[in-house]
């Protein structure tokens, strides 16, 4: 079996080893050695990558107890090898992962809450709980990470013997057997884990919860820690900073700006609509009365507007009343009537002459479609 290095030091991020085998698979190979600092995928956290020698690890995977490490290139066996992590990922990893458990320790501390789920992605990590948690609770539990972090406690990862594992009143998802890896934070929280972490909670860092949403009738908290909550912090910076600008209001007052500028957007909407519908009764006033169709094409016309024009002209017609509102390259909207036409009776007709989907009463549909007005002037004249 592979002597695991990252279970005695999680910070080694060179090594060097023995390879015992190496077999084809896909478009690489799979290699194992003797000893191995990379971590396989488990518990949440993906694998470690990096290089063997000359060969780029992609993966690594455990199967049946022994660590596969699948490269780009082949490795003879028998050859002494040196392994390099990606010192900067295997990092940043042990620090999302041991913020994890701070969070998650203290939520079971606090709140008697239980983590049933965990998944850490490229963009960041999710906890899933039992319950939900006010975004009071959600507050607290922040700060008292953050605490721990400032407090700088020993992380301490050992295997205990049976006879004291049996005493220990430690957090799993599942039930184990066999040895059992835990990891505990000292006051914090004592959990069965078979991952790499930190050695002390200050070189956990920053620890910012993003986003909490019900699921499964507890909640999915969305987090992330260290250098990657630095990285999304500067990010959500440089955000505010340009919306500040934006608005010219102060960084401190954007909620402020905002939500001056969306009363602001609501009223020229309401401006908007109302001329478009003025517009629209000119319009149509000035249309003449024809035997046969008033079909009109508009770029910006709402859906409202669109239906008070087809109302008002289907009373200057003794065929159809259609409005399109859009272009050629975007598709329209339409709405049609007619007081001399079952239009719903048509429909069908009208939607394949038109490359359109739509429905409605005898009297009006209306839908959408993907014909040029050429081709849905064509049509509707065919009518």
């Known amino acids: ?114 983590n049933v789920g965990f ?16 975004g009071e609770e959600l507050q607290r539990l922040e700060r008292a990470a953050n605490e721990t972090v400032r407090a700088d406690v020993p992380i301490r990862c050992f295997f205990p013997s049976e006879d004291e594992l049996h005493t220990l009143d430690y957090r799993s998802k599942k039930e184990l057997s066999g040895a059992v890896r835990l990891v505990e934070i000292e006051g914090v929280d004592l959990c069965a884990c078979c991952a790499p972490h930190v050695s002390r909670t200050g070189e956990v860092g920053l620890i910012k919860l993003l986003d909490a949403q019900r699921h499964r009738g507890g909640v999915r908290l969305t987090l992330i820690c260290g250098m990657d909550a630095y990285d999304a912090v500067c990010r959500m910076q440089q955000s505010v900073t340009e919306v500040s600008r934006a608005l010219s209001v102060p960084r401190e007052r954007i909620a402020e700006g905002v939500a001056r500028q969306l009363g602001e957007n609501a009223r020229q909407k309401e401006r908007i609509a109302a001329l478009s519908l003025e517009l629209v009764r000119l319009r149509a006033a000035a249309a003449e009365y024809v035997e046969g169709n008033h079909i009109v094409f508009d770029e910006t016309l709402d859906e409202v507007a669109l239906r008070e024009l087809v109302n008002l002209l289907m009373d200057k017609c003794g065929g159809l009343a259609a409005a399109f509102s859009g272009s050629d390259k975007s598709g329209y909207r339409y709405i049609i009537g007619s007081k001399h036409v079952d239009l719903r009776a048509n429909s069908k007709a009208i939607n394949t002459a038109i490359s359109g989907r739509g429905g409605g009463k005898p009297e009006m549909i209306q839908g959408s479609c993907t014909a040029d007005a050429a081709t849905i002037r064509a049509a509707l004249e065919r009518l």
């Open 1 to 114: 079996m592979t002597e695991r290095l990252y279970y005695l030091d999680s910070h080694c991020l060179r090594f060097l080893a023995v390879v015992t085998g190496c077999e084809p698979v896909g478009d690489g190979w799979a290699v194992t050695l003797d000893r191995t600092a990379f971590f396989p995928e488990g518990g949440g956290q993906l694998a470690d990558t990096g290089r063997i020698a000359e060969a780029a690890v992609r993966d690594v995977q455990e199967k049946d107890g022994e660590i596969w490490h699948y490269t780009d290139w082949p490795l003879a066996p028998g050859t002494a090898v040196e392994g390099v992590l990606d010192g900067e990922q295997r990092l940043r990893r042990m620090q999302n992962h041991s913020g994890e458990h701070i969070v998650s320790g203290w939520a079971h501390r606090l709140f008697g809450v239980d």
């Open 119 to 134: 998944h850490m992605g490229v963009d960041g990590m999710t906890i899933d709980f039992n319950r939900e948690l006010t």
